[in-house]
């Protein structure tokens, strides 16, 4: 009896007062809706990361591995300490059986096939991937051994990252961050130089198996070469990268960026679809970006396949998408932002199989937007959340998820990126079922449009800044599959956000229509915002928005901002083409102004010279350059 009662005390703690229609009943949680009654339903993975990682413990003669009670293959090979190090496997592979499965380093990997000089050296590094028994790559990992009479694990070993990142405040001309993950809790510093210069460390001062460190007062425009070092109360591991710091803001020195969105798993098997990822092409996104030396890559949602109901197996195709950029990501920033496909959801079910979708909660820890939190560092510079709006339930406790580390801006020189979450607090069910509450995709509600104002006149006021990027995952002016939702719901200007009252209304107004002219005239008031970087279209096209481009659904009955004197010229460029399904052209009012539209995979990049932009576009695969202009 104790358990249910402490039980039902946290469950009432953490229903948000956006959903009074969900109840707690005896340690369960139920949402009503109408004379319907839907449960939550378990969220139990069948396996976590800390399973697939392996548990790599050192034997006489190589590593052993216990991956829980699963059965698959076990593809090995060493890690050669290269620039962008990855794993050369093996011509063997090993049968896990009941989760159990051994690598002889010693009488398979050594002499001949011993690439790293494991004997000579003492130490090396070998890299796995864990193949289920349908033949699906499902995990991707690294570990370090000594070699001292019999193979031991080193427990300071990386097992994802480093990272570099943009510094919290957007401004990474003097500071960057770095973050990794280890094997065990380790400590950790950062050794940093450029040319003959001093040495310089930095640490986080903490025991743990994530570290996330600060490199400060660092010189604009410079190479570093950089240590990690991390350590156990046995063991020491290090790896050698570089980095280069920002110009200082408006220094226009020529450089180039990357954009592209929508690596979600896609057709064709193997590496096209990896834990919920096109590992395939996204290998080939970041490999071109770093052949073409940019200063950073931005990639606007669906990194992963997603729409899950537990945090376990969302963490699973994170881990997928970082492994794949993990090599060129040493160098230079990937900066991410969230789709809908990153939708982490609690699901209740109806007996007729009816299913409700929301934002998981407790949101502060348990939300699609807190657990992207965790995976990816991004600058901090954004909005809180939706508290404090007219529409806010409660003003004396926060209801919202999170706008931290998916709402934010940076600066590289002469150009900003502000990166918004079109996908905030997004229940897929909102369409169907608007009296549940949840957020639409594509509805950008207004404290985030509030920030983006103020964002905007802050850089607009910015004599260093010449030109203004805007990202979101979601299209103003979808083109093809997603003409049903995004901006634009086929015109049907009666979606929106829904956050009800205690009488069961909704407290939002303005529907989706009304909401995406709110965000264009913000854009558009501005100077500098060049325009919209979007996804969720697998496809690539550009699209000139001026006074002829028709933007309403016929008998539209309310303001045209055409007809407002600050419309003017921008532009959206959409690119979701890093391997997801390819979405073809739609019918829309503005059709025949689309440009250049193709369901090749594709980059774009932007060089930027002074007061200058030339765009191209190419092919990852095949290299074919699709556009410049």
Known sequence: MNIIILTSILYSLTIPALHPDIIEQDGNLFLISGSYEYSLIPSKPLYTLNHLIGNPVGTDTGVKFRFGRMNGTLHYGFIKNTRYPQTVFFKQSETIEKGKAN???LHKLANEYDMVNWQKNGFGTIGYRFITGKGHILYDGKVAFIWKDRFIINSASITVGPFINFAEDGNSHTNIRISFDTLQPTNATIFARHDNGPVLNFNDNILSNHHEINLTNLTPNT???YTVQTR?????YTENYSFKTAPIPGSRKPFSFAYTSDSREGKGGSERNSAGVNTYIMKKVAALASAKKVAFVQFSGDMINGYLNNIEQTEIQYHSWKKVIEPFAHYIPFVTTMGNHEALLNTFVHASLTNIKLDKFPFE??????IFAKQFVNPTNGPISEDGAFYDPDPNQLDFPSY?????????????M????SNYWYSPSVVREPKVGGNLN???MENQLEWLRNTLDILDNNVNIDFVFVTQHTPAFPTSWHVRDDMWYKGNNEMKAVVKNANGDNLITSGIIEQRDKYLQILMRSKKVVGMLTGDEHNFNWLQIDKNVNIYPKNWDKADIRQLPEFRTIYQINNGTAGAPYSSKASTPWKEHVKNFTTQNAVVFFHINGNSIKIEVIDPDTLDIILQF
Not at 404 to 416: P, R, S
Not at 418 to 421: A, D, P, S
């Open 103 to 105: 690598i002889d380093i």
């Open 223 to 225: 190479k570093y070469f």
């Open 232 to 236: 156990t109360s046995k063991h020491s």
């Open 365 to 370: 820890t348990d939300s699609a937007e807190a």
């Open 404 to 416: 931290k580390e998916n709402v934010f801006y940076y600066i590289y020189d002469n150009i900003a």
């Open 418 to 421: 502000v990166v918004l979450n």
């Open 442 to 444: 594509g509805y950008l």
